[in-house]
C-alpha cells in the first residue's frame, strides 16, 4: 500500500510556458502533501506543504505566484511552474502523509523538468 | 529551524561488509527520524525509520539507532549486496515537515 504516483515523469518545454505536474495518492487519502525540488547531486528542499481545501504554505524563499499548488482532493495536488525558466529545470518530487499512519511520507517517482 | 548533518557524504565498501551513516539534528523538539534510499532518477524509498521513544529497530539487514541526549542516528547495512548501492538520505521530522541531510552515496563493491 501507501503508493504515491507522478504525472509526467518527464516534461521538457520552452522558456515562457507553463507545466503543470500531478501528484496522486493510489490507495490512501492523503491529509497532507508536499513538494519538494531536487537539483542534480543534492539533497531534497522543501518548496511547499499542500492541505486538501486550504490554500498551501511555501517554504521561505520560493515564490507562491510562481509555484502554484492545487489540492483540490484528499488524492490528488497539482503543482504549477508559471513561466519556466533554465533556472527552473530540476527533479520535483510529491510525498503525501496518509494521516492513518502519520508521520510516514511516502514519496512520488519524481518528474524531471527541463527549461530550454 | 531544523539542521541536520550526514556523513560521510560517500562510501565505497567490499560486498558483504557493513555500512554505517551517521546524521546529527539540531533540534531537540524532533521526534521521528526516517531513513531513504534514493536510485538515480527515481524518488525516495522509506527503508525504515524510528520514533524518539526508541532506541533501536531492526529490520533484515537495515538497523537503527537513535541517541536523543546526543541528538544523533545511524542506519547500518549489513552483509551489503550490489543492489544496496544507491543515495541514503537521512531526515529529522519536526512539527510535519521533514528536514534532509546531505545524502551519502554507496558504492558496494563485488
Known amino acids: 500500500g501507501a503508493v504515491v504516483s507522478q504525472h509526467p515523469s518527464r516534461v521538457i518545454c520552452k522558456s515562457g510556458t507553463s507545466v503543470k505536474i500531478e501528484c496522486r495518492s493510489l490507495?490512501?487519502?492523503?491529509?497532507?502533501m508536499f513538494w519538494y525540488r531536487q537539483f542534480p547531486k543534492q539533497s531534497l528542499m522543501l518548496m511547499a506543504t499542500?492541505?486538501?481545501?486550504?490554500?498551501?504554505?511555501?517554504e521561505q524563499g520560493v515564490e507562491k505566484d510562481k509555484f502554484l499548488i492545487n489540492h483540490a482532493s484528499l488524492t490528488l495536488s497539482t503543482l504549477t511552474v508559471t513561466s519556466a525558466h533554465p533556472e527552473d529545470s530540476s527533479f520535483y518530487i510529491c510525498?503525501?502523509?496518509?494521516?492513518?499512519?502519520?508521520?510516514?511520507?511516502?514519496f512520488g517517482p519524481g518528474t524531471r523538468l527541463t527549461v530550454l | 529551524g531544523e539542521n541536520v548533518e550526514q556523513h560521510p557524504s560517500t562510501l565505497s565498501v567490499q560486498e558483504g561488509d557493513s555500512a554505517v551513516i551517521k546524521c546529527t539534528y539540531s533540534?531537540?523538539?524532533?521526534?521521528?527520524f526516517p531513513w531513504y534510499k534514493q536510485e538515480l532518477g527515481k524518488g525516495p524509498q522509506l527503508i525504515i525509520d524510528?520514533?524518539?521513544?526508541?532506541g533501536e529497530k531492526k529490520d533484515q539487514r537495515i538497523a537503527v539507532t537513535l541517541n536523543k541526549t546526543a541528538k544523533h542516528f545511524s542506519l547500518h547495512i549489513t552483509e551489503t549486496q550490489p543492489e544496496d548501492s544507491a543515495v541514503y538520505f537521512c531526515?529529522?521530522?519536526?512539527?510535519?515537515?521533514?528536514?534532509f541531510g546531505a545524502g551519502t552515496t554507496v558504492t558496494v563493491r563485488a
Open positions: 490507495d490512501f487519502q492523503a491529509t497532507t
Open positions: 499542500s492541505n486538501e481545501g486550504s490554500k498551501a504554505t511555501y
Open positions: 533540534d531537540s523538539a524532533s521526534n521521528y
Open positions: 524510528i520514533r524518539s521513544n526508541v
Open positions: 531526515a529529522a521530522d519536526n512539527d510535519y515537515k521533514l528536514s
Open positions: 510525498s503525501a502523509i496518509s494521516g492513518r499512519g502519520y508521520p510516514e511520507q511516502f
